[in-house]
């Protein structure tokens, strides 16, 4: 007899699905800690802003009616804060929305898509789901994208050049005028992909780091993307978006679910983009945070990637599974970097200065414990 899932898409017969961060609940029932902290998956420690929450709480009295499918307002407003217009805007449910419809609106099975080792892992999966060629190109030498090598990485067959600015989950960026550089060698068959989740961290803690949406009208085959999950502290809620040209936009568009980001994210996302004291504040916290980490890791003799996003991925010293579980057994959960290759490093989320200093105790015992100190 035959077997329905045999007949997957070839792509998707061979996928490992992403692993997120492990949930505090999970650590809780799995190791018996009661006080778990999670400093995995780059959430914002201050959470969203009290008028996000209020804004979107308001939307439950009509919870029974559809959300605004076009995102009207959101929209407009995105459109505003970027100096484009509205139709060069593509809703998403988190940015993986957009990034995961260029590459069902450009990529068929046979086609190459080129990034970054190091690099975000919905890439290589989205790209693997479509049945693509992932073209992984070596970084450079700090871990950083190497957009010389990138480049010339892009054959006739390329359909979607993906750069994480700043990276996750190393941290690390790519300055103004080398992506302009970059941007200028994507030849037209080719979509380029930023992806600028760590955007407002990156600004505040790197003057030349570049704003890619400024130059949009320059570029056709440019996509943009953004989120609410990280500084705006809405990961739950699910609300991202793309900005390209109206041609892009258009087919991107075309495949996005109907009513895809729900109305108490539209309404929590406008809320935010309006709180500008709850985002000042988120950043200061993080460059404290990130001030606090860097010293704590030096003291210990341990080395990090400079980051200029909300995360710091250090050198555990050594093979970093076992460092990783002694701090699980404390009730700290950090994100391993194996699957990232990166297997003597852990990612760290920048949390409140409590979490952090928590972080920096249970390390002191796991790298003991590990006989590493
Ligand atoms: C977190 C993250 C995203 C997007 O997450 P969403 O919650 O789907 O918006 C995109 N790219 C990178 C590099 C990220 O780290």
């Known amino acids: ?58 939307t439950l009295d009509e919870a029974g009616i559809y959300p605004d499918g076009g995102g009207f307002a959101l929209r407009g407003r995105i459109a505003d804060h970027h100096g484009v217009a509205a139709e060069q805007v593509t809703l998403g449910n988190g940015s993986s929305d957009p990034l995961a419809f260029a590459v069902e609106v450009f990529v068929t099975p046979g086609d190459e898509v080129v990034y970054s080792a190091h690099a975000f892992a919905l890439y290589p999966l989205l790209t693997q789901a479509a049945g693509a060629r992932g073209v992984e190109v070596p970084t450079t030498a700090g871990y950083g994208h190497d957009l010389e090598a990138m480049a010339a990485a892009i054959t006739d067959r390329t359909r979607v050049v993906f750069v994480a600015n700043p990276n996750n989950p190393t941290g690390t960026r790519v300055g103004a005028s080398a992506l302009r550089n970059f941007l200028e060698r994507v030849p037209g068959h080719t979509l380029a992909v930023v992806d600028e989740a760590y955007f407002e961290y990156a600004r505040d803690l790197d003057s030349d780091y570049p704003d890619a949406s400024a130059w949009l009208a320059e570029f056709p085959n440019l996509l943009v993307t953004r989120t609410f999950s990280k500084l705006h502290g809405l990961a739950g809620l699910r609300v991202g978006y793309g900005l390209s040209s109206p041609a892009v936009a258009d087919l991107l568009n075309r495949v996005r679910p109907p009513f895809n980001v729900n ?76 699957e990232y290759g990166l297997p003597r490093h852990l990612r760290a989320t920048i949390g409140r200065t409590a979490d952090n200093e928590r972080l920096l105790t249970a390390l002191d015992r796991a790298l003991a414990e590990t006989g590493r100190r």
């Open 263 to 338: 109305a108490p994210a539209q309404a929590a996302a406008l809320a935010a983009m309006d709180d500008a004291e709850h985002l000042a504040a988120s950043l200061e916290a993080n460059r404290e945070g990130m001030a606090q980490l860097e010293a704590g890791l030096r003291e210990r003799g341990l080395d990090w990637i400079p980051s200029v996003g909300n995360f710091l991925t250090f050198d555990t010293g050594g093979d970093a599974g076992e460092v990783h579980e002694a701090l699980l057994r404390q009730g700290v959960i950090l994100r391993p970097m194996g």
């Open 1 to 58: 007899m035959s077997d329905i899932t045999d007949y997957a898409a070839a792509g998707v017969r061979g996928l490992a699905p992403y692993k997120p961060g492990k949930p505090v609940a999970e650590l809780q029932r799995e190791y018996g800690v009661a006080d778990a902290i999670k400093l995995a998956s780059n959430e914002n420690p201050l959470g969203a802003s009290p008028r996000a929450r209020e804004a979107a709480a308001a």
